[in-house]
């Protein structure tokens, strides 16, 4: 089984990068599963109807949510009709949406995890290694490999929750910085991992927004409405490989460079 996940699309630029590389990778490595983390798809922050099915009919089977979930209202819409989108597992009991689904292809069957982190994060949700606990229960002999999408901030966070899955998914990735970090592995009871995998979106902005405005800000203190940056696309994703019979991934493969838009 192979699996392409694809980090944090951000605004246009995002998409149009997603809609190239998808299509190259398709054709390449066949994956048979492809996932991205959507929640700054429209404008950079949130989602809207129109962003998900735009991400949708390049080829991705399913859209995964985090901190922005709520970011625009229209959300609300489209979290549960039926669009293959979940939002972070984590929210309180009552939250529209779910935070788990269910892919099928080619006879085989995927179960994808959204979770929220808590530190250094400004969200009230639950305890996500208990609720990947129960979500994990849910999952179990339903599925042939189970994926988690952990959107937090603290790398020490992420990486904890990497080995307390450990054995027990076949893969923890992690999302919401939008740096793709370096330390792709295979864990020692056979979870393919990854601290952070980055963002797809605008390359020559600070993690996807216009450079000056954010400069600004920092030197001045002062508020600063933030919008998209302009010019060269970078794409991030990682394809991780995972051995359904023994339950255990075998490879992961960072994939990271500049788009021609």
Same mark, same amino acid.
């Given at each position: 089984m192979k699996v392409l996940f694809v980090g944090d699309i951000f605004g246009e630029v995002g998409r149009k990068a997603l809609r190239i590389q998808v299509g190259r990778i398709r %054709? /390449?490595?066949?994956?048979?599963?492809?996932? @991205? $983390? *959507? %929640? $700054? +798809? +429209?404008g950079g922050r949130g989602i809207s109807y129109n962003t998900a099915q735009d991400i949708l009919s390049c080829g991705v089977d399913a859209i995964t949510m985090g901190n922005h979930t709520w970011a625009r209202k229209e959300v609300m819409g489209i979290i549960d009709s039926g669009m293959k989108i979940i939002r972070p597992a984590n929210y309180p009991k009552g939250v529209p949406g779910k935070g788990r689904l269910i892919l099928e292809n080619n006879g085989l069957r995927l179960g994808l995890i959204n979770l929220l982190g808590r530190v250094y994060m400004d969200n009230h949700v639950d305890c996500p290694f208990q609720v990947a606990d129960r979500e994990v229960q849910n999952l179990k002999g339903q599925v042939d490999a189970i994926l988690v999408d952990f959107h937090a901030e603290a790398t020490s966070e992420k990486i904890a929750l990497g080995h307390?899955?450990? *054995?027990? @998914?076949?893969c923890v990735v992690g999302t919401h910085t939008h740096v793709q970090t370096a330390d792709e592995r295979i864990? /020692?009871? *056979?979870t393919a991992y990854i601290t952070d995998v980055g963002f797809t979106g605008p390359a020559d902005g600070v993690i996807g927004v216009n450079k000056e405005q954010i400069i600004r800000k920092f030197v001045s203190g002062l508020p600063s409405q933030?919008?998209? +940056?302009?010019?060269r696309a970078i794409f991030n994703a990682v394809l991780v490989t995972i051995d359904p019979k023994n339950k255990k991934a075998t490879d992961i493969q960072r994939i990271a460079g500049f788009v021609k838009l």
């Amino acid at each position: 089984m192979k699996v392409l996940f694809v980090g944090d699309i951000f605004g246009e630029v995002g998409r149009k990068a997603l809609r190239i590389q998808v299509g190259r990778i398709r %054709e /390449q490595e066949k994956p048979d599963f492809v996932i @991205v $983390n *959507g %929640e $700054n +798809a +429209a404008g950079g922050r949130g989602i809207s109807y129109n962003t998900a099915q735009d991400i949708l009919s390049c080829g991705v089977d399913a859209i995964t949510m985090g901190n922005h979930t709520w970011a625009r209202k229209e959300v609300m819409g489209i979290i549960d009709s039926g669009m293959k989108i979940i939002r972070p597992a984590n929210y309180p009991k009552g939250v529209p949406g779910k935070g788990r689904l269910i892919l099928e292809n080619n006879g085989l069957r995927l179960g994808l995890i959204n979770l929220l982190g808590r530190v250094y994060m400004d969200n009230h949700v639950d305890c996500p290694f208990q609720v990947a606990d129960r979500e994990v229960q849910n999952l179990k002999g339903q599925v042939d490999a189970i994926l988690v999408d952990f959107h937090a901030e603290a790398t020490s966070e992420k990486i904890a929750l990497g080995h307390y899955l450990d *054995g027990r @998914v076949e893969c923890v990735v992690g999302t919401h910085t939008h740096v793709q970090t370096a330390d792709e592995r295979i864990l /020692q009871n *056979g979870t393919a991992y990854i601290t952070d995998v980055g963002f797809t979106g605008p390359a020559d902005g600070v993690i996807g927004v216009n450079k000056e405005q954010i400069i600004r800000k920092f030197v001045s203190g002062l508020p600063s409405q933030f919008e998209p +940056a302009s010019g060269r696309a970078i794409f991030n994703a990682v394809l991780v490989t995972i051995d359904p019979k023994n339950k255990k991934a075998t490879d992961i493969q960072r994939i990271a460079g500049f788009v021609k838009l």
